[in-house]
């Protein structure tokens, strides 16, 4: 699967004839248009063939035979390469390739190592097209062979391990399970196994012996008189039972119209997954959710009229990675809505072009125009951008008629009394109508597993404008690749949660200027970073009608750090760029925020 930039169909489809890529349609029929000058005709199959791996089962030995099932509607299927990815490897290796049906191959498993193995069948229709079908794993075991269950990337309270022996034979075993800090080999037991099938015994993470917000390693140790049998190791296993730190912020009081709920919410050990807002009315026990949020700000905006007047309490309860809570409340505010409320709502931090400034307003009384006022920010310069009469109060603002910089933005109500209600200041927004700024930010995956970061992948940076090389790093001109570092943190390191993974590129340790991308999603284990060598190199393509620059980064093998995973669900990527770039003309590019263009596909 790879990211692609839909700005035109036509160009993307003479894009992808141009280098050699096949693209996906409906399209099942044969046409044919010629005249003097050329002839166009469509493809006979635009749609990839399907593919399924038939489980083996598990655990298996000796010679298994692995069979597949694929089809293909319209030009058929040419060939199915059945593979298999060995316990700790990286990389898939072909075990055969069947051109007819049955697509099937006797696997002999006595060839590799014992342990746990995933397969995976690739079927290539006549067109050229090319489908992987679902990984399928199983055990291999034909000796005696220990095996740990993985319980989870992050653990609390009791957990319960279980290990299984394969092949045992007549002999009986002792099993225990022994843990040690990750990185080390300070091997220690953790707990001894029931004596038969099931081996199972529970791990009391809240013992002295572990370390909140620490990493372990774990593995199962099989023994029968004077011999050891030791299965794979469980690595980097987190420990935390300790509860996140939250902060419900006082909305004040009294509370009209629409107003902002907002918390605080930290966790060193493996960060915190969401922050929920709730209300309750006093004299009631019914905590009703206002929102629910994964990233920071933890705040949301809150329709104080839906609710009956009175008194009331709030609360902020925040959940770590591990399950973990904590509460946090704000009582006997009173919500009274009998009078005049107005309220600025936030144009958003990034202003460009002409925009919509927009407030929210209610009065018993009546509205009988509400004014948005604008200021240069922390002054007390009002401006008068626009006054509304009626319901959405609203205007476009032409952002090109003020310089660049922080704008201070407010709404003014004027009920049916004459009486005047201020709206709270939304402040600091900053007006930036830069040529030069972010276009799009894709990703295409080239490595060995697809939705992991690995040896392979690339990420491509588009302006909107050509740039000057040098000041995406000193000395670079651009036409020759160049030696970088990716660097690919956790979330919960740069302040974003638990699916806030950021990527940044580095130049001999320190950034270079192409600012950073949030993935939307949890590529890395909580606290870690992870740093691979990587090559720049920058090429045009055409937006819009101009010829811009497009920086690519290539991954190469991974430099230093761990905790790599292929994470579950998509999010459309965020690059924010670096206002240290400058076009070709020497004016320095937006630093305003882009989000990836396209569906939100997870290429790596």
């Known amino acids: 699967m790879s990211r692609r930039l839909t700005v035109v169909a036509l160009a993307l489809v003479a894009g992808l004839a141009v280098l050699g890529m096949p693209t996906q349609s409906g399209a099942t029929y044969v046409a044919r248009t010629t005249n003097s000058v050329s002839t166009v005709a469509s493809a006979a199959d635009w749609t990839p063939p399907t593919v399924a791996l038939r489980n083996p089962g598990s655990p298996v030995k000796d010679t298994v035979v692995l069979t597949a099932d694929a089809t293909d509607g319209e030009s058929g299927v040419a060939s199915v390469a059945i593979q298999a990815l060995a316990p700790g490897g990286s990389s898939w290796t072909t075990i055969c390739t069947a051109t007819t049906a049955p697509y099937s191959c006797s696997w002999s498993t006595k060839a590799g190592s014992d342990g746990s193995w995933s397969l995976r069948a690739i079927a290539t229709d006549r067109a050229g097209y090319s489908t992987t079908s679902a990984v399928v794993d199983t055990t291999v075991a034909n000796n005696l062979l220990v095996q740990l269950a993985d319980p989870g990337d992050i653990v609390k309270g009791a957990v319960t391990l279980t290990a299984s022996l394969f092949n045992t034979g007549t002999v009986s075993y002792a099993v225990k399970v022994e843990y040690a800090p990750t990185g080390t080999t300070t091997w220690k037991t953790l707990c001894t196994t029931t004596a038969t099938a099931p081996y199972t015994c529970t791990w009391t993470t809240t013992a002295n012996g572990y370390t909140q917000g620490a990493s372990y390693d774990l593995r199962a140790v099989a023994t029968a008189g004077s011999s050891s049998t030791t299965s794979a190791v469980v690595v980097d296993v987190l420990v935390d039972n300790v509860a996140p730190t939250t902060t419900m912020t006082d909305p004040g009081s009294p509370l009209r119209g629409t107003v902002t709920l907002a918390a605080t919410a930290t966790d060193a050990e493996s960060g915190v997954a969401q922050v929920v807002l709730q209300w309750q009315r006093s004299g009631t026990s019914t905590w009703t959710t206002a929102c629910t949020l994964s990233l920071e700000p933890f705040s949301c905006r809150f329709d104080t ?300």
Do not use: H
Request: aromatic share 6%; with cysteine.
């Open 305 to 604: 009229t839906a609710l009956a007047d009175g008194t009331y309490s709030f609360r902020s309860v925040a959940t770590d990675v591990a399950g973990n809570t904590s509460t946090s409340l704000v009582t006997n505010r009173t919500v009274d809505n009998t009078v005049s409320a107005v309220a600025m709502e936030d144009p958003g931090a990034f202003l460009s072009g002409t925009v919509a400034l927009t407030a929210t307003a209610s009065s018993t009384a009546g509205v009988t125009s509400v004014r948005i006022d604008r200021a240069p920010s922390g002054t007390t310069t009002w401006t008068t951008v626009c006054t509304d009469t009626t319901s959405p109060y609203s205007c476009g603002w032409d952002t090109t008629t003020v310089a660049d910089g922080f704008y201070d933005f407010r709404a003014v109500l004027v009920d049916g009394k004459g009486v005047t209600t201020t709206s709270t200041t939304v402040s600091a927004r900053r007006v930036d109508n830069s040529p030069l700024r972010g276009y799009d930010v894709q990703a295409v995956s080239g490595g060995a597993t697809a939705g992991r970061l690995d040896t392979g992948d690339t990420i491509r940076f588009t302006y909107t404008d050509q740039v000057n090389p040098a000041s995406v790093t000193a000395g670079w001109n651009g036409t020759a690749a160049l030696a970088v570092t990716l660097r690919l943190r956790d979330g919960g390191l740069v302040g974003l949660g638990a699916k806030g993974d950021t990527l940044d590129v580095l130049r001999s340790g320190a950034s270079v200027n192409l600012g950073s991308v949030n993935l939307n999603n949890d590529y890395i284990k909580g606290g870690k970073t992870a740093q691979f060598n990587a090559t720049m190199t920058m090429s045009t393509a055409t937006v819009n009608g101009t010829t811009s620059s497009v920086v690519t980064i290539t991954l190469g093998a991974l430099a230093s750090g761990g905790g790599l995973r292929t994470p579950g669900g998509t999010g459309n990527m965020v690059w924010t760029p670096s206002a240290s770039v400058t076009d070709l003309g020497g004016q320095t590019s937006s630093a305003a925020p882009t989000t990836e263009l396209g569906t939100a596909d997870r290429d790596f």
